[in-house]
C-alpha cells in the first residue's frame, strides 16, 4: 500500500527486537496463523531475507507441541521452554479442530523454504489421523484427544472453534495448484454433510449454518461463521458444471444473511452471533452476544463475492461497514470494538485487535481493488489474510 518508511521500520523491528523465546503461554494456532503466516506473506512480497529465517525459526519452535501419542499437537505452547500442554477449558485436555486444522497452508511452505520435510509430515499425519476416525453423520466435532485420537464430545461449529479447518481444506487444494485432490475430496464430502444437517432456511427466507449439539440443532450463527460465504464462493468456482451454481447461490445467500446481521443493527455493525428462533431473525438475542470487536468475517465474504460475481451490491455494503466503523469505532488512536451494535451511541471496549489490520481492513481495501491485486488466481490467503503463492509448494508428493 506504498507505506515504504513503516515498512522499513517493521522490518528493522523484526531483526533487531523480534524475540522468539519468550516464556510464557503461546497459541500454536495464533502463532502459526500470525505470526509465521505474516512472515510468510512478508517474504513472498519482498523477497527479503529475514522474514524467511524468522518465520523457519517460529516453525521450529512450534514442534515439540506435536509430540503426543497421535501426532495430534496440543494447543499451548510455551516457546522458550519447548513444553506444551492443552487449553484448560477444552474439554478432556482435547485439541481443537480450528486449531489443528489451520496450519496445513503455513506449515507447507516452511518444508518447501527450508527443504526440511518435517513441517509437511506433521500436517499430512493429522490428516491421516482425521481420516481414520468415525465422524458422525461425515460432520467434524470441534474437539480430539491427542492421546486416543477419538473425538471428546459431538458439538460441530462452522464458527468458533471450527471454522477454519474447512476453509483451509480448500485452500491447500488451491495452493497445490490443485493436484492435492485428498484435500478436495475431504472439503467436498465435509461440504456436503453441513449442507445435509446444518444448513436451514428461517421463516423470513434466510439461508443459515446451525450448530450441531450431538445431533440437536442449536439455531444461531457466530460472526465468525460468516467466513463461510466466501469459503463456498471460492470452492464454487471448481465444481462441476451442475453444482457450480448451486454454490454461488448458497454463498450468496450466506452472504447475505450475514449482511443482514448488519443492517438490522442501529450501528450497521454486526453482533458477535445472532439468531434463528422465537421470532427473531439474524439478531443477536442475548445480551452477551451483543458486542463488535472488528471483526473481518463478513467483509471477508464481500471480497470473495465480489471477485466472483462483480455485483455492485458487495461493494455497496462494504463501504457501509467503512461508514460504520467511522463512525461508531474510531477514536484517538486507531479504532476500538463496541460492547453493543443495537444502541447508537455504543461503549468503547477499547481494544483494537490485530486482525482488524490484518484482515479487516486489508479485506475491505481489496474489494475496491482491480482483481489482479493480489489476484486469486495466484494467491491463497490464509486465514489471518496473509496472502500465499499458489503452486509455491509441491511437497506433498515428496511425503508420501
Not at 160 to 176: A, Q, R, V
Not at 193 to 208: M, Q
Not at 336 to 362: C, W
Not at 386 to 397: M, R
Request: hydrophobic letters at 40%; glycine letters at 8%; one cysteine or more.
Amino acid at each position: 500500500m506504498e507505506l515504504e518508511e513503516e515498512f522499513q521500520e517493521a522490518k528493522k523491528w523484526v531483526e533487531k527486537s523480534f524475540d522468539l523465546n519468550a516464556n510464557g503461554e503461546a497459541s500454536l494456532f495464533e502463532v502459526n496463523i500470525r505470526y509465521i503466516g505474516g512472515l510468510l506473506a512478508a517474504y513472498y512480497l519482498t523477497g527479503e531475507e529475514v522474514f524467511k529465517s524468522k518465520a523457519l525459526e517460529l516453525g521450529e519452535k512450534l514442534l515439540p507441541a506435536f509430540n503426543t501419542p497421535t501426532g495430534i499437537p496440543r494447543g499451548v505452547i510455551n516457546l522458550g521452554s519447548g513444553m506444551s500442554w492443552s487449553w484448560g477449558w477444552a474439554s478432556a485436555g482435547s485439541s481443537i479442530l480450528a486449531e489443528f486444522g489451520t496450519l496445513h497452508l503455513e506449515f507447507l511452505h516452511l518444508s518447501e523454504l527450508s527443504g526440511n520435510p518435517v513441517f509437511a509430515e506433521k500436517v499430512m499425519n493429522i490428516r491421516k489421523v482425521l481420516n481414520r476416525v468415525e465422524k458422525p453423520q461425515g460432520l467434524y466435532p470441534n474437539f480430539l484427544s491427542p492421546v486416543t485420537g477419538n473425538w471428546v464430545q459431538h458439538h460441530v461449529s462452522i464458527g468458533g472453534l471450527g471454522d477454519s479447518f474447512y476453509e483451509y481444506l480448500i485452500k491447500s487444494w488451491l495452493m497445490s495448484d490443485k493436484k492435492d485432490s485428498e484435500a478436495k475430496k475431504m472439503y467436498d464430502d465435509a461440504l456436503e454433510a453441513i449442507e445435509k444437517h446444518l444448513v436451514k432456511k428461517s421463516a423470513g427466507g434466510l439461508t443459515y449454518i446451525a450448530e450441531w449439539r450431538g445431533g440437536i440443532l442449536d439455531h444461531k450463527m457466530g460472526h465468525l461463521a460468516c467466513f463461510s460465504g466466501g469459503m463456498i464462493a471460492l470452492g464454487a468456482e471448481h465444481a462441476g458444471e451442475e453444482r457450480k451454481q448451486h454454490y454461488v447461490d448458497l454463498a450468496a445467500e450466506i452472504t447475505n444473511t450475514c449482511h443482514e446481521s448488519y443492517a438490522r443493527s442501529d450501528t450497521k455493525l454486526g453482533p458477535e452471533a445472532f439468531r434463528f428462533d422465537a421470532g427473531t431473525e439474524a439478531m443477536a438475542t442475548r445480551l452477551s452476544e451483543r458486542y463488535y470487536i472488528l471483526r473481518p468475517e463478513v467483509v471477508e465474504s464481500y471480497m470473495y463475492m465480489w471477485r466472483l460475481t462483480h455485483d455492485p451490491k458487495y461493494r455497496q455494503w462494504g463501504w457501509e461497514v467503512v461508514k460504520a466503523l467511522e463512525k461508531h469505532c474510531r477514536v484517538e488512536a486507531g479504532f476500538s470494538g463496541i460492547r453493543d451494535v443495537y444502541t447508537t451511541t455504543p461503549t468503547h471496549d477499547n481494544m483494537q485487535q490485530s486482525f482488524f489490520l490484518a484482515e479487516t481492513l486489508k479485506y475491505l481495501y481489496l474489494l475496491f481493488c482491480e482483481d489482479d491485486v493480489l489476484s486469486l488466481d495466484d494467491w491463497v490467503f490464509n486465514t489471518e489474510a496473509h496472502p500465499l503463492p499458489v503452486n509455491h509448494t509441491n511437497f506433498k508428493a515428496s511425503v508420501q
